[in-house]
């Protein structure tokens, strides 16, 4: 079958556990991360090319024109992107890439590579995703609520992602996005050089 | 998540193997199996509901003129065809049906229910079909011939397919397929029931 790679865009509210998974899917099922491109300064510990691709305004501005970004946006005064020519280059290397990004994002993400898989990973419950927050210890109630806030706001893009999976256990929910991928391999789009040769050994048989 | 079934038509040359992945799948993950009506009379061993529903060519051109089925054709002077109501009630019961068909049929199913799953099944290559047909022993060389001439007029309509899946086992090919269906289940498509219960939960506790 095919041997390119998959993008697989995983979205989820704030809270509901999506590092974690992220992380048990490159550890167990050998997954690459998309590393994005920044115009911010580097902070001590970062390193060019694995936690950031750390580049000037004007290259980030040219890669901007140049359609060089799956997609970008400015945060703070500073670019954040994914570039196109990276994630690319692995995906012909045959490595299944991930991308943990907002939902605008991965909406952008799908108009410029429509094979891209939309993930979008819920909570057990909205009372559950409260609890995580709170039990997490690290923000104030008026940023918890305001959390909640937003993600009832973004839910209502959910309609335009292709899956939905429910985190009630980190290890079960980065398989079931691992099945996923696995069958969207077995996808008949993803699989046009494999039914060429189908038809062509066909052809030749007669 | 959604409670409803999915149908999955399964397609794919004559000898690849089919009515055996569509038995395993039967009997090691309870599909149902849907069931054709027909105008043709009952053999010997025949039993109604079972193996056909047997009506009369009226009652056959009546529920075609009120849109009772999935698909028809007419084969040798008999209509057969997929009731549409008696799909419905699985599905809606829950169950997973397996409807097992030549490509054009399961083409016109996909245009009355969208969310059905179109898988085409593969031999290994066009020769191992060959010679699958040949050891069968069960048709001479010109049939044979004939039988792969089909497959390569065939095989242009994969396009329109969901998925490929190649049978080299045919249990593997089974769960390979089963785990196509358990997927599609966590499409959000298939979802929109769960999905509203989250949207409302996530308004609620604001």
Redesign the interface.
Known sequence: ?SNRGLLTVISGFSGCGKGTVVGKMVDSYDYSLSISATTRKPRSGDVDGVHYFFISKEEFEDRIGNNGFLEWAEYVGNYYGTPKDYVDRMLSEGKNVILEIEMQGGLKVKEKCPEAVLV?M?PP???EL?SRLVNRGTEDINTI?RR??R??EE??F??D??????NENADICAQ?IH??I??EH???AN?SE??NK??Q??????
């Open positions: 079958m979008f819920v419950s909205a009372d409260k609520n909640l806030c993600a009832s839910i209502d959910i309609d992602y292709d899956y939905i999976v429910v079931d099945r996923i696995c069958n077995k996808k008949v699989n494999f039914i189908i038809k050994d066909f052809k030749n048989i007669k």
